[in-house]
């Protein structure tokens, strides 16, 4: 690949884009639409005392959310739809090359896809300065985030080059990113409920005071004299098995954020931003059920049990989100290569009423 070429082929791809007034228009209502979305997360977020690090992951995962609607559409037909104006057989007879072309219009997509987020610059640091906003969590976020614009983008060039026809190259870009995005909790929901093991739990509760008094506790909670218990009973029923099945969300690209970002509690170990929510939920999936358990009321030692708090969940799980990326970066990287073989030149094969020029 050549730089120059490269660069040329991006060039004007953009060119091509900014020109339309419709991009101008998709921009201005993504802007708007942020402007509220701030306002409404200030506002949601009052109470907490910094409330920056929850209006700053709101905003990141808007324009996430963002990216994942459009980009396939602006990168799903960057080749075939060439192909079909008549306008990519000219390109190819010129010094550039197959990979020049695909990655130029991989890069012209990702830059496209990177509009989004400047649009979404000046909303997150306004976020940043309501405070509770760590200097880590803007960079790892910021990274993950136009790492994943290009990822997105990747995948929509790519099928472009696979697929002949510019409308089922754009459905299937938005199929794969739907299998990521949304694909990935729904199979892990129904593969995780199918697989299912035996809960017992042994349990007896105070029934009366032995003296027949009203109150059988004092007010440390300590008992007060003596209790009648009632007998142990045991109940069983099927647990669902989330513990074995949490790696199916790894993929998801916003689990990769949530999951990337550093997170911030407050003082009772909770979360107070999206992105520890999320985090909190996908960890918490690592952690197998208590298969056997004894609830024994009338225990001198009886303390109600606390679940852990989330600060508590995060410190003991694993992070995934590196294995997830590094399954998108594969994704991208083998259907990279599957459109340069169906693009490169001379074409050996091409498939029924394809059209050269």
């Known amino acids: 690949m050549n730089l120059s070429r490269l660069w040329t082929i991006a060039r004007l791809e953009l060119t091509q884009r900014v020109r339309t007034v419709s991009w101008y228009v998709l921009l201005g209502i993504f802007a708007l639409l942020l402007v509220g979305v701030t306002a409404l997360s200030f506002l949601s977020y009052a109470p907490v005392e910094e409330r920056g690090a929850g209006v700053y992951s709101t905003v990141v995962y808007i324009t996430l959310l963002l990216a994942v609607l459009v980009s396939p559409t602006l990168s799903g037909n960057s080749i075939n739809g060439d192909r079909d104006a008549a306008t990519l057989a000219p390109v190819q007879v010129t010094l550039a090359s197959t990979g020049d072309i695909l990655f130029g219009k991989f890069l012209a997509a990702w830059i496209t896809g990177l509009a989004f987020a400047a649009v979404a610059a000046p909303f997150l640091i306004i976020a940043t300065l309501a405070g509770g906003v760590s200097a880590w969590m803007v960079i790892i976020s910021v990274a993950i985030l136009v790492v ?70 004092g007010e440390d909670g300590s008992q007060v004299g003596e209790w009648v218990c009632s007998d142990w009973e045991t109940y069983t029923w099927q647990q669902p098995r989330f513990d074995r099945v949490w790696w199916m969300l790894a993929p998801n690209p916003f689990v990769i954020l949530a999951d990337a970002t550093p997170v911030a509690f407050d003082r009772h170990g909770g979360t107070v931003d999206l992105f520890g929510a999320v985090k909190h939920g996908v960890r918490s999936a690592q952690l197998a059920p208590e298969l056997e358990s004894t609830w024994d009321e009338c225990a001198r030692d009886y303390r109600y049990s606390n679940a852990p708090s989330a600060e508590e969940v995060i410190a003991q799980t694993v992070p995934s989100w590196f294995v997830g990326l590094g399954l998108q970066v594969l994704l991208a990287a083998g259907l990279l290569w599957w459109a340069w073989a169906r693009t490169r030149t001379p074409a050996r094969t091409l498939p029924t009423g394809t059209r050269i020029a």
């Open 148 to 217: 994943q614009i290009g990822l997105i983008s990747a995948i929509g060039v790519a099928i472009s080059g696979i697929l002949p026809r510019p409308l089922f190259s754009v459905a299937a870009t938005y199929l794969v990113v739907a299998a990521l995005t949304v694909g990935t909790p729904i199979a892990f929901g129904l593969v995780g409920a199918s697989i299912t093991s035996e809960v017992t739990q042994t349990s007896r509760y105070v029934e009366r005071c032995a003296d027949n008094s009203d109150d059988c506790w």
